[in-house]
């Protein structure tokens, strides 16, 4: 059991902190407040509903039947963000090739420029 929750922790904190570091990288430096607190809500709101999910679902049902609505209402929401995420990859490394594109343009002109 020891060994299980050593894992979970281990990988529940590399995720936040790959996730935070990639919030605050994708956007412009004056929107990147606003990105790093909706995803710090996004976090909180994590906590929250499942425990809230299930105190209201077992007021309706049994406890186990409301723990088997809650997980497949959250594996739901795992399939979304799974497709959501193969979008937004493609999305980054787009923008980040262009991105990358215009940096060499930007350096290849200013060597130009010293050049001449």
Known sequence: MW???LVQALGSGWTFQIS???????PNASERPKVITTFYFAGYI????????????????????????????ASLVVLYM???SVRFARYYAA????QAQAEGLLSEA???ALQS
């Open 3 to 5: 060994i299980g929750v």
């Open 20 to 26: 935070l570091r990639l919030a605050g990288e994708l």
């Open 46 to 73: 994590g906590f929250i509903v499942p425990i809230v999910g299930v105190g209201l679902l077992s007021y309706l049902f049994d406890l186990y039947v409301s723990l088997i609505i809650l997980n497949i209402l």
């Open 82 to 84: 799974l497709g959501y």
């Open 95 to 98: 923008r980040n090739g262009t």
């Open 110 to 112: 200013s060597s130009q």
